[in-house]
């Protein structure tokens, strides 16, 4: 789904990241279960999530950054 | 020896040719002749991505040294290899990094097809509401292969 709203949108960059290759990113980010979704250090979730959630927290995370 | 079993690649090949429309770029940033320690799994992402660019001439393989090549990289900070970008016209956007095997391996298909036909996996309605959004998002999901 990430890479779908970067296709849609140049302002989003989606990186999936395989952890087991990149275990301080992990540990960076507390990765504790997987699939987590992080979005510019904003928003965070763990699990896969249905579309409108996934775009509600990508919405969430623009207008905290927003906000400032 | 390959990764790709002949009736993979045969399966592949084939739905390659039904799906794929426009061209695709695929950039591949790794470790092009080093191997060991310094990068665990380029020379296997290496091998895996230029095998599926073998099956259709509309999968545009292009490879890149990370040291080698840095001067040509500048700008798409990358911060791990092997990186990944997928790519129709310019955009660096859409980015995997590591090996992408087991579990990754239909969704890098996926990718390389959306962005050939120009199709997307959200809905209508998620579509919009992405393409609203004007802020500058850096989306990360952190995956495992199985």
């Not at chain 2, 579509?127 to 495992?144: A, G, P, S």
């Amino acid at each position: 789904m990430a890479h779908a709203a970067a296709m849609l949108n140049p302002r989003i960059r989606a990186d999936v990241v395989e952890i087991s290759e990149f275990p301080r990113m992990a540990q960076d980010f507390q990765v504790m279960g997987v699939p987590k979704t992080v979005v510019s250090d904003v928003v965070e979730f763990v699990g896969a999530v249905p579309e409108n959630t996934f775009v509600a927290h990508l919405k969430a995370a623009a207008e905290k950054l927003s906000k400032g | 020896m390959p990764i790709l079993s002949d009736k993979d690649k045969e399966y592949l090949r084939d739905t390659f040719r039904k799906d794929l429309v426009n061209d695709v770029k695929v950039i591949l940033v790794s470790r092009l002749s080093a191997s060991g320690p310094e990068c665990l799994y380029c020379p296997q992402t290496n091998e895996l991505l230029q095998e599926v660019a073998s099956l259709s001439d509309k999968i545009k393989l292009e490879m890149y040294d990370a040291v080698a090549d840095k001067d040509k990289l500048q700008g798409l900070d990358v911060d791990n290899v092997p990186a990944i970008f997928f790519a129709r016209d310019g955009e660096r956007n859409i980015r995997f990094y590591g090996i992408p095997a087991g579990n990754e391996f239909p969704n890098v298909l996926e990718a390389i097809t959306h962005l050939s036909k120009g199709e997307n996996a959200l809905s209508p309605q998620a579509q919009e509401e992405v393409r609203k959004i004007d802020r500058d998002l850096h989306v990360r999901v952190f995956v495992t292969p199985t």
